[in-house]
């Protein structure tokens, strides 16, 4: 077949295509109908961000999720004595920043791009409106979001029920080797 024709007969790769794929994997976006999904896509904002550049900072005010189509992104978080703790290393088809869809607080996490990065951005106005419009289509998106969080609190608390009795194990092992100090070799 001529390569000229041959083109008119296949499907161009459509940039928004790989858009709706990825957020289609994105369990605040699951079981919406493909109609709902590029509705959705409609309200998306495209960013790209280079190697290095902060997505979000610890403390500033949130206002949106951020869905990763390509590169890297690290979400940390600065310690009390002023380190940087790795919370997760994310890639294409992750997610961050979902909390402030639901709550107008500070940023708990830092993202930067560890690649240049393209991302889509899905803001609270827009959810907001999204109820206005379509209760029906916020609501399940609402929904998935209580779940998601919902998971990760759950996932946190037994982190810290973990480190509580790990602490605990270690203080009293403490106890009972200063109690072996403090009455020494007979």
Not at 151 to 161: A, C, D, I, P, S
Not at 165 to 186: F, I, N
Request: glycine residues 6%; aromatic residues 6%; hydrophobic residues 35%.
């Amino acid at each position: 077949m001529d390569p000229i024709w041959s083109n008119l007969f296949k499907r161009r790769e459509d940039p928004e295509d790989s858009v709706y794929e990825t957020i289609n994997r994105v369990p605040i976006f699951q079981d919406l109908s493909l109609r709902e999904l590029r509705k959705l896509q409609a309200i998306l904002y495209r960013r790209r961000y280079n190697s290095g550049e902060v997505i979000v900072r610890e403390g500033e005010m949130g206002a949106g999720m951020f869905v990763i189509l390509s590169g890297r992104v690290r979400v940390s978080h600065q310690t009390e004595d002023g380190g940087e703790q790795l919370l997760a290393d994310l890639q294409p088809g992750d997610f961050f920043g979902e909390q402030a869809l639901l709550d107008q607080t500070p940023r708990t996490a830092t993202a930067v791009a560890t690649d240049n990065c393209e991302l889509v951005g899905f803001f609270r106005p827009d959810l907001l409106n999204l109820i206005e419009k379509n209760p029906r289509r916020g609501l399940h998106i609402v929904m998935r979001l209580s779940q998601i969080i919902s998971v990760r609190l759950r996932h946190t608390n037994r982190l810290l029920k973990e480190a509580r009795l790990r602490v605990r194990k270690l203080e009293s092992e403490q106890e009972q080797s200063a109690g072996l100090d403090q009455t020494g070799p007979e």
